[in-house]
């Protein structure tokens, strides 16, 4: 399971570096924090931005006979593929530094006359800036945006454009972070058309690997905002992905926003009404019904599933917003009226089931 995110300025997870021995100074092993982090460890990221410039950066890795540090300041520019480092603010700078068991290597960055000056040692030793050295860098950056999405507005375009949706979720699948796998699925998801079985695979993915329920209900919310949700396959394993997190207001959230859509048909909707149910929050149960009962695309035959799932709730206020609600918005006869009258006998304080049944009567023809 992923590190949960801590948002954009703070991003919690584990990195350790390798415990092999470093090959000599001129074939280096390069770093790999995701490798490192399967041991344990700690970690920070943090960014202070001003109108989209960066200010101030600092991150920090350490674990078993690893750390790796982070620090710059002023505006930086990567490459297309966030690889390298390829403008620095003028007066600002980069450092950074790596300590893997005993070996230590360290990359400063400067802009000396328009152009970018790399200091690069090993052990304390200024070596050139060669292919290992640029292999290192390349892959700290990459390992760097799996965990914090730092550089997804370098590499989304870039993987989007070399295979499309299919590429960005097969690289979702190696984030390190809840953080980073929802920036990365939520911007193919809002920028690009989708077909059902792409919903589905993003909605599994999700479902299996991120443990925040904030994350996961930011997905289902895009999802919900995008998707029809008509696909009977699609819309059981999202509504499973629903059930599968324990925060009832994030559920409730992604449930309001499937029955908002004016669009939503008798079909979706009463499905989320069904879920509502297994909400334990009689508060948050009443809000998403509350939301169906708002939405023109549900009719009569919605008011039973309704009134099913409002009897779940033990709190005979909460029966009653929602039985109101439904009074005023349906005649009630039939089942329905039947229905309605089965819902009242759940409540036990008189005053509540007064003005329910008073609520019906009052439909009846004078």
Request: net charge neutral; with cysteine.
């Amino acid at each position: 399971m992923r590190a949960a995110s801590f948002g954009m300025l703070l991003v919690a997870g584990a990195v350790i570096g390798r415990t092999s021995a470093p090959a000599p100074e001129t074939a280096l092993t390069v770093p790999l924090l995701a490798e490192c982090r399967r041991n344990g460890g700690s970690s920070e990221n943090s960014r202070e931005q001003h109108n989209g410039e960066l200010i101030r950066w600092r991150a920090h890795w350490s674990g078993s006979g690893c750390s790796i540090d982070i620090r710059a300041s002023g505006d930086l520019k990567f490459n297309d593929d966030f690889t390298d480092i390829v403008s620095v603010a003028r007066g600002g700078f980069v450092e950074i530094s790596e300590v893997q068991g005993t070996s230590t290597r360290r990359l400063t960055l400067r802009l000396d006359g328009g152009i970018i000056e790399r200091t690069w040692t090993v052990n304390g030793r200024e070596q050139a800036w060669d292919d290992v050295a640029r292999r290192w860098l390349a892959d700290l950056l990459i390992d760097l945006d799996r965990h914090s999405a730092m550089g997804v507005d370098y590499r989304f375009p870039k993987i989007f454009a070399q295979g499309g949706a299919n590429a960005i979720i097969v690289e979702a699948e190696k984030m390190e972070s809840d953080y980073a796998m929802s920036v990365y699925l939520r911007r193919l998801i809002d920028t690009q058309p989708l077909t059902d079985a792409e919903y589905e695979r993003i909605v599994t993915l999700a479902s299996r690997s991120i443990g925040s329920d904030y994350e996961m209900s930011r997905i289902l919310r895009s999802v919900a905002d995008r998707s029809s949700l008509q696909s009977e396959t699609m819309r059981a394993g999202y509504l499973r992905a629903v059930d599968r997190m324990s925060s009832d207001y994030e559920r409730s959230r992604v449930l309001q926003t499937i029955l908002t859509k004016a669009s939503t048909s008798h079909e979706v909707g009463a499905a989320a009404i069904r879920t509502a149910a297994n909400l334990s929050s009689d508060y948050e149960r009443s809000q998403v019904l509350l939301t169906a009962i708002k939405n023109k695309s549900l009719g009569v035959p919605d008011v039973i599933p309704i009134l099913e799932t409002t009897v779940k709730s033990k709190s005979d206020y909460e029966k009653a917003r929602v039985m109101l609600a439904v009074a005023a918005r349906w005649p009630l006869d039939g089942e329905a009226r039947k229905a309605y009258l089965r819902a009242a006998d759940t409540i036990h304080s008189d005053y509540e089931n007064r003005r329910v049944l008073t609520a019906l009567v009052n439909q009846e023809p004078r």
